[in-house]
């Protein structure tokens, strides 16, 4: 699953509580969101700053301090917490559904309205539930890219592979000069989980991936398709194409091997160069770049489709200052701030016309999501969350060649059995 740009852990108070007016005149607009990158927190505090001097009085508090921990902990404690936030970052989808489901979600359909003729159709889906609107999608993003260093690709002499054959052979090229084709920081499973999800959607086919991942009756984790998928992670791990300590490497440590041209490949998202950007190195000068994952021999899904979501934010229903949420994510979504965001490298944003085309790789997204396959769900945002890590656990396994897929599934489907009745 997509961080949201790269981990910075911060409390972001945007002005001190004691400016203008006294505490008990005070309105604070809180924010929550995953960790963000400093180009993108630098556009956000500037909304605050001009949203603040219009409303004297109101202060915007921004919290980014879970980081990655923002998905599965850092939310549903803000959001069970006496000071939660009014505005929420989140991934469109399932997670989006169970707000709303919960009750922690504001129909905010007369806002979206607003912006609908000037975003992309496509950009609304995993906001919109039984008719109605919970969510302003701010980026579309691509999920599973595989991001390359050019200059040991060069070093080298290989090519952009085609194919899946020619991509293992990029494999063992690369293992064979000493270097680890496939780095992935995957201590929080989901890397991994991502990258092979994909791979389930090409092989089983897009409808029947979504039958099983919606654990719909008479089908089950342990599908032939599904341990074809994972045979292929096994035989990686077996060939030794990933690293070795994928599963225990953090994520934030795992992105100096592909800086140090001491890895050649990560199979992550379109935030890729903003994590590459928060470890001190320049994006553009590095010269990485990235292509879609080649077609899978014999298999049954659109080989050509893009492992993807929206995401954006949204308004929790028990905020106490609905107004003043509306219109600071006005600022937030205005077409200067998404044309910013582009600018600095944040994705594929939603507004029609604001995606700088001049940067070569938000290009390259753009024309990638307007021309590529069906547009598939990770399992963590796309389907039921328990569901989503027992699968994940099997990648994970299975990578590390502790369990065969055959093994690895059944013990999912069996982890995931109550979930069924």
Not at 76 to 81: F, G, M
Not at 235 to 257: H, Q, W
Not at 267 to 277: A, D, N
Not at 300 to 328: P, R
Request: aromatic share 10%; hydrophobic share 40%.
């Amino acid at each position: 699953m997509k961080r949201l740009g790269s981990v910075i852990l911060l409390f972001l108070a945007a002005s001190a509580l004691f400016a203008g007016g006294s505490g008990e005149d005070q309105v604070i607009l809180r924010v929550g969101s995953s960790g963000i990158s400093m180009d993108a927190m630098a556009i956000f505090e500037d909304n605050i700053a001009e949203f603040e001097a219009a409303n004297p009085g109101v202060t915007v508090q921004w919290d980014a301090s879970s980081g990655d921990d923002y998905q599965f902990a850092g939310l549903p404690a803000l959001l069970q917490s006496d000071t939660p936030p009014d505005i929420y970052f989140e991934w469109g989808g399932a997670r989006v559904k169970n707000h709303y489901l919960d009750g922690e979600a504001m129909d905010i359909s007369d806002l979206a309205a607003e912006f609908k003729p000037n975003f992309s159709t496509s950009s609304w889906g995993g906001f919109e539930y039984d008719g109605a609107v919970y969510g302003l999608p701010l980026n579309q993003d691509i999920t599973i890219q595989m991001w390359y260093n050019k200059n040991l690709f060069n070093e080298l002499g290989l090519s952009v592979p085609t194919t899946y054959d020619e991509f293992i052979n990029v494999c063992e090229v690369v293992k064979a000069a000493g270097k680890t084709p496939i780095v992935m920081g995957n201590a929080d499973a989901w890397v991994a989980g991502n990258f092979i999800g994909l791979f389930l959607y090409r092989v089983a086919g897009d409808d029947k991936a979504e039958a099983i991942m919606n654990l719909e009756p008479g089908y089950s984790l342990a599908d032939p398709d599904f341990v074809k998928a994972l045979q292929m992670a096994y035989d990686m791990g077996k060939a030794g194409y990933v690293n070795a300590d994928m599963n225990t490497l953090g994520y934030e440590e795992s992105f100096i091997p592909m800086v140090n041209g001491d890895a050649a490949m990560y199979p992550l998202g379109s935030w890729y160069p903003g994590e590459i950007e928060a470890i001190g190195k320049d994006f553009t000068e590095l010269g990485h770049d990235y292509f879609m994952l080649p077609p899978i021999p014999g298999g049954k899904g659109d080989q050509k489709s893009i492992l993807g979501l929206n995401t954006g934010y949204m308004i929790n229903s028990k905020t106490e200052h609905k107004e003043l949420a509306y219109d600071f994510m006005r600022l937030m979504y205005s077409m200067d701030s998404q044309k910013r965001h582009s600018l600095e490298g944040e994705g594929n944003v939603t507004m029609i016309g604001a995606n700088d085309t001049s940067n070569p790789v938000v290009a390259k997204m753009v024309d990638d999501l307007s021309i590529g396959g069906v547009i598939v769900a990770p399992p963590d945002t796309g389907y039921d969350l328990e569901m989503a890590f027992a699968l994940y656990e099997a990648i994970a396994k299975v990578f590390e060649n502790v369990a065969t897929p055959e093994e690895a599934l059944a013990a999912a489907e069996a982890n995931i059995a109550h979930l069924r009745k």
